[in-house]
């Protein structure tokens, strides 16, 4: 792409200065007029068979009232013009899901297109530094399509050979601020592809309310929330570990109960337990009735209740050797959560040594050794330094909610992430617009996940208790 042309070498070897000693005068090649005028017809014939090509439908629309014009003369043209943008706002007005979808979101796309991106993409590449300005030519990502959601623009770029992912995570804020947005993130589509999402508006910035109980007993995924393309997000707690890391009133309570209030129905059926064990005496008490002998808030209680949880792992793995690998959720051997609410409290800010010890110990071999035989740990901390949280690292799938420093995004989701786009200590302090709001990382899935959990409310949590005690009399 850099390769050196033609008379490259040359203009630094020689010297068309009169008073030099050694002058050579360039041969100037004179290309006829008519020559210059057919090699721009001919450019622009290919020219317009490309957006032909291209845009075969959006072209001929396009042209038709010039078209109709020249035919029928300018009130047909301007009635048939009318004709049209009235039909079209009707149809937005009658059925703005179906007119967004099928025609609304496509013009969006070819105005954002036409407007922001191609328009600013020289100056940002450059500005940037992700393009190059190398003797007189630009060297630039190529911009691919741009489509619309109801949220976000997603944009695919080539990148220039060489590029790597890094490179452009390493600039998101000037993307995003050269094209207007509030954020940008990056993920790869495939070798030398990226697509970059470009935020409009954000969705999630309005709390919603619980989500309804679930109507069968299962244990596969369960519905906590929203995603930012408005559809309902289901999170696995099954066959892995959860760590939800969250400042001081990010709202981790509402990840939690929205899990537990998922898993409810199951339950009830007997095929799910969840142990609880709440040190701070707040959060889960409120729903104590749940989870019967299985919840503990001293420190003690709550070493001995994780103890216990590691006798049942391993006398399930001592049953299970040689005959089952995976673990299926029976009335025997229902699947086990345990959740901890403010797991530092009886790690890193535990003053006994021996209790702490023994509750980290105990909460290794768990979160090691549970998935397979169905026994899981839903952690919340406020808090993820390592020190604090020093086995971090063996939860497979993290949650951060709101966080007080950028460097935190990594601690909790692992390296890259906020480069990725999770820009947790972002989220907005306000209650009402940022708590519930994090970023999931998936075990498997380097690119996070913007989710709102659900709000459930103390009320919500009362119906809760009294829906399990009537699940369970039925
Ligand atoms: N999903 C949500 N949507 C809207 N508001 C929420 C949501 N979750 C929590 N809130 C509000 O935010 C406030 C803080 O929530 P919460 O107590 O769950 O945070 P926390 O992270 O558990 O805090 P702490 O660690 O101090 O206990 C609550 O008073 C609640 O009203």
Redesign the pocket.
């Known amino acids: 792409m850099f390769r050196k042309l033609p008379g490259d070498e040359t203009r630094n070897l020689v010297s068309t200065t009169p008073d030099t000693a050694v002058v050579f005068r360039p041969a100037v090649v004179r290309t006829p007029a008519i020559l210059t005028i057919l090699i721009f017809l001919a450019r622009l014939f290919i020219g317009l068979v490309r957006l032909l090509w291209r845009h075969p439908v959006a072209v001929p629309v396009a042209l038709a009232p010039g078209a109709l014009w020249l035919a029928y003369g300018w009130r047909w043209s301007l009635a048939v013009v009318a004709l049209v943008v009235v039909s079209g706002a009707a149809w937005a007005l009658v059925h703005r899901a179906s007119f967004s979808r099928l025609l609304g979101l496509r013009l969006l796309a070819w105005w954002r297109l036409v407007w922001v991106y191609r328009r600013h993409w020289q100056p940002v590449m450059i500005v940037s530094g992700l393009g190059r300005h190398i003797r007189g030519r630009d060297y630039l990502p190529r911009l691919g399509k741009v489509t619309c959601t109801s949220w976000a623009d997603v944009v695919s770029v080539k990148m220039l050979n060489g590029q790597s992912l890094k490179d452009w995570t390493d600039r998101t804020d000037h993307i995003a601020h050269g094209f207007g947005a509030p954020s940008c993130r990056v993920s790869t589509a495939r070798a030398g592809r990226l697509v970059l999402t470009f935020p409009r508006r954000d969705p999630l910035d309005v709390?919603m309310p619980a989500v309804p109980l679930p109507t069968v007993g299962e244990v596969g995924p369960v519905e906590i929330g929203t995603c930012e393309d408005g559809r309902p997000y289901r999170l696995k707690v099954h066959g892995t570990h959860v760590l939800v890391a969250?400042a001081?009133?990010?709202?981790?309570?509402?990840w939690l109960w929205s899990i537990i209030r998922g898993l409810l129905p199951a339950m009830a059926a007997g095929l799910a337990e969840v142990w609880a064990l709440d040190p701070k005496l707040?959060?889960l008490s409120y729903g104590r009735d749940l989870f019967g002998p299985c919840y503990a808030a001293t420190p003690e209680d709550c070493a001995e209740l994780l103890e216990a949880a590691v006798k049942v792992m391993q006398e399930r793995a001592a049953r299970f050797a040689g005959v089952q690998r995976s673990h299926v959720p029976t009335v025997d051997d229902p699947f086990i959560l345990l959740v901890v609410d403010?797991v530092a409290f009886l790690t890193a800010y535990q003053p006994d040594k021996h209790l702490r010890q023994r509750i980290t110990a105990a909460l290794a071999t768990l979160t090691t050794q549970g998935r397979a035989v169905g026994v899981g740990v839903l952690a919340a901390l406020?808090d993820p330094r390592k020190e604090v949280m020093n086995i971090r690292n063996l939860f497979p799938d993290k949650i951060a909610l709101r966080l007080d420093e950028s460097e935190q995004v990594d601690m909790v989701l692992g390296d890259g992430a906020r480069d990725r786009g999770a820009h947790a200590d972002l989220i907005s302090s306000r209650?009402?617009q940022g708590?519930?709001v994090g970023y999931v990382r998936l075990e498997g899935s380097p690119d996070p996940v913007r989710v709102?959990?659900?709000?459930v409310s103390d009320a919500d949590i009362r119906a809760m208790v009294a829906a399990y005690v009537s699940m369970e009399a039925a």
Request: no cysteine; glycine share 24%.
């Open positions: 709390p969250g001081t009133g990010s709202g981790k309570g509402s707040m959060e403010e406020q209650p009402e708590a519930g709102r959990a659900a709000f």
